[in-house]
């Protein structure tokens, strides 16, 4: 059935602003895009822009909850071992309990894509439960091959009900310091998507290349060092493409930059994580000029505050800047643009999302300006850049279908499952050691 959808503007992000535009939809597709005066007004949000779902190319749903562990602990160890330690007092159904907050947050920010790379699978089963779309890259870890491969399809049997066309399996070998070689190899052979951290940090490159710096007091953590950075070593071996998804890249020489442009790789751009973590400021202008597929990507509490979309967007065009210490390198409708269809390209998905154009899924959100200072406008896209937050999103559509509304969503009942999981993490281990050592039936939720 028809249904159209109109604001005071639509931002189609291929092709300039429409003032008093619509989008028609059908069966869960955009069939037309035009003004409300061709299309009809259908249901009206009045102060409001139409856009494309962002689509969050770096998630981990499953950490929803981390905000603040470890935060400040230069010490990697110290901070790895913080999280290892807190995600081993909680089981299956926390995870899941994580993961569905950790779906909710992302479609209250106007989310309605993720690439998400998922330890346990938990976030498999909530992207399919809350209708958003994703990428779920599960993680594997280690040296050895089939050890990994064997958790890999545990984990992707557990979940397996829960893959769709709108949520498809990957594979995110963790990272070149937790990951072998050959690791990364047999990962590839799987044929699926691939996800993967890379060069994140000054620390992980100097591991990498030499063995030493910060993290050489840790290698009995970590695998062999490769001698060469992760975007050479899979460069080596021809194992970046589009097919893969890098998420960070911030420590970068100009031949690695040139290397993820020409084959193709995507890369998810962090800036909050990277700034919070101390890892420093990825080169996004120099990656654009190269060309590369380039999207914009939340991480997680974990170490970003939140799953805040409108917040990472703002620090992607105001890293840039400082970075560049120029205002134009970067404007707040290029920053739109790598949130939908540049974190799309970057997934893989951009035939499907990321913009509003007939023919593409009907996922989009409608983001309030009412109230603010940023209206009357005539700039809808710095408006919803800088103007922009979850608490300004009316209503986030996936496949045409009101996955979030404002107001209509049991938070509730999400947030207390989820936090009754963060105090379970945040139980003092030896309460839990002695409920283990009392039998199981004290150790159950
Ligand atoms: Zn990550």
Same mark, same amino acid.
């Given at each position: 059935?028809?249904?159209?959808?109109?604001?005071?503007?639509?931002?189609?992000?291929?092709?300039?602003?429409?003032?008093?535009?619509?989008?028609?939809?059908e069966?869960?597709r955009?069939?037309?895009?035009?003004t409300?005066?061709?299309?009809?007004?259908?249901?009206?949000?009045?102060?409001?822009?139409?856009?494309?779902?962002?689509?969050?190319?770096?998630?981990?749903?499953?950490?929803?909850?981390?905000?603040?562990?470890?935060?400040?602990?230069?010490?990697?160890?110290?901070?790895?071992?913080?999280?290892?330690?807190?995600?081993?007092?909680?089981?299956?159904?926390?995870?899941?309990?994580?993961?569905?907050?950790?779906?909710a947050?992302?479609?209250?920010?106007?989310?309605?894509?993720?690439?998400?790379?998922?330890?346990?699978?938990?976030?498999?089963?909530?992207?399919?439960?809350?209708?958003?779309?994703?990428?779920?890259? !599960?993680?594997?870890?280690?040296?050895?091959?089939?050890?990994?491969?064997?958790?890999?399809?545990?984990?992707?049997?557990r979940?397996?009900?829960?893959?769709?066309?709108?949520?498809?399996?990957?594979?995110?070998?963790?990272?070149?310091?937790?990951?072998?070689?050959?690791?990364?190899?047999a990962?590839?052979?799987?044929?699926?998507?691939?996800?993967?951290?890379?060069?994140?940090?000054?620390?992980?490159?100097?591991?990498?290349?030499?063995?030493?710096?910060?993290?050489?007091?840790?290698?009995?953590?970590?695998?062999?060092p490769?001698?060469?950075?992760?975007?050479?070593?899979?460069?080596?071996?021809?194992?970046?493409?589009?097919?893969?998804?890098?998420?960070?890249?911030?420590?970068?020489e100009?031949?690695?930059?040139?290397?993820?442009?020409?084959?193709?790789?995507?890369?998810?751009?962090?800036?909050?994580?990277?700034?919070?973590?101390?890892?420093?400021?990825?080169?996004?202008?120099?990656?654009?000029?190269?060309?590369?597929?380039?999207?914009?990507?939340?991480?997680?509490?974990?170490?970003?505050?939140?799953?805040?979309?409108?917040?990472?967007?703002r620090?992607?065009?105001?890293?840039?800047?400082?970075?560049?210490?120029?205002?134009?390198?970067?404007?707040?409708?290029?920053?739109?643009?790598?949130?939908?269809?540049?974190?799309?390209?970057?997934?893989?998905?951009?035939?499907?999302?990321?913009?509003?154009?007939?023919?593409?899924?009907?996922?989009?959100?409608?983001?309030? !300006?009412?109230?603010?200072?940023?209206?009357?406008?005539?700039?809808?896209?710095?408006?919803?850049?800088?103007?922009?937050?979850?608490?300004?999103?009316?209503?986030?559509?996936?496949?045409?279908?009101?996955?979030?509304?404002?107001?209509?969503?049991?938070?509730?009942?999400?947030?207390?499952?989820?936090?009754?999981?963060?105090?379970?993490?945040?139980?003092?281990p030896?309460?839990?050691?002695?409920?283990?050592?009392?039998?199981?039936?004290l150790?159950?939720?």
């Open positions: 059935m028809n249904k159209v959808l109109s604001a005071d503007w639509v931002l189609p992000i291929e092709g300039a602003p429409i003032e008093n535009g619509a989008v028609a939809i069966d869960g955009i069939v037309a895009v035009g409300a005066d061709e299309l009809g007004e259908g249901t009206r949000y009045a102060d409001s822009a139409i856009m494309p779902g962002f689509v969050n190319a770096h998630s981990h749903l499953e950490y929803a909850v981390y905000g603040g562990f470890g935060d400040g602990l230069a010490d990697f160890a110290k901070w790895v071992s913080v999280h290892i330690q807190r995600k081993a007092q909680i089981g299956w159904d926390e995870y899941v309990d994580i993961a569905r907050l950790g779906a947050s992302c479609l209250a920010s106007g989310v309605t894509t993720v690439g998400d790379c998922s330890y346990s699978g938990a976030a498999a089963v909530a992207c399919a439960e809350l209708g958003l779309r994703a990428n779920v890259y !599960l993680e594997v870890f280690g040296a050895d091959v089939s050890r990994a491969l064997e958790g890999f399809a545990r984990t992707r049997d979940v397996d009900d829960s893959f769709s066309d709108r949520v498809r399996p990957g594979v995110s070998p963790h990272a070149p310091y937790s990951v072998s070689l050959e690791l990364y190899e990962c590839a052979e799987l044929g699926l998507p691939l996800a993967t951290h890379i060069s994140e940090s000054p620390a992980e490159i100097e591991y990498l290349t030499t063995g030493r710096g910060a993290w050489g007091a840790y290698a009995d953590l970590l695998v062999p490769p001698c060469a950075t992760g975007t050479r070593m899979l460069a080596d071996r021809e194992l970046l493409g589009p097919n893969v998804i890098a998420a960070h890249c911030v420590v970068l100009d031949d690695e930059i040139e290397t993820l442009a020409s084959t193709g790789t995507g890369v998810a751009h962090c800036p909050r994580s990277n700034g919070a973590l101390g890892c420093g400021v990825a080169p996004l202008t120099e990656l654009r000029e190269a060309g590369a597929r380039i999207g914009v990507g939340t991480d997680s509490p974990a170490s970003a505050p939140s799953f805040d979309f409108f917040e990472e967007l620090s992607v065009v105001l890293t840039a800047r400082a970075r560049a210490q120029r205002p134009d390198v970067l404007s707040a409708a290029d920053a739109l643009e790598l949130g939908t269809i540049g974190s799309a390209r970057a997934l893989g998905l951009d035939a499907e999302v990321g913009t509003l154009a007939p023919g593409k899924r009907a996922d989009l959100a409608v983001v309030s !300006l009412g109230g603010s200072p940023y209206l009357p406008w005539d700039d809808p896209a710095t408006a919803v850049i800088f103007g922009g937050s979850p608490e300004r999103v009316v209503a986030t559509f996936v496949d045409g279908e009101a996955r979030y509304e404002k107001g209509g969503f049991e938070w509730q009942e999400l947030t207390a499952a989820a936090h009754s999981a963060r105090r379970a993490m945040l139980a003092p030896e309460a839990v050691a002695l409920a283990e050592a009392a039998g199981p039936s150790r159950a939720r």
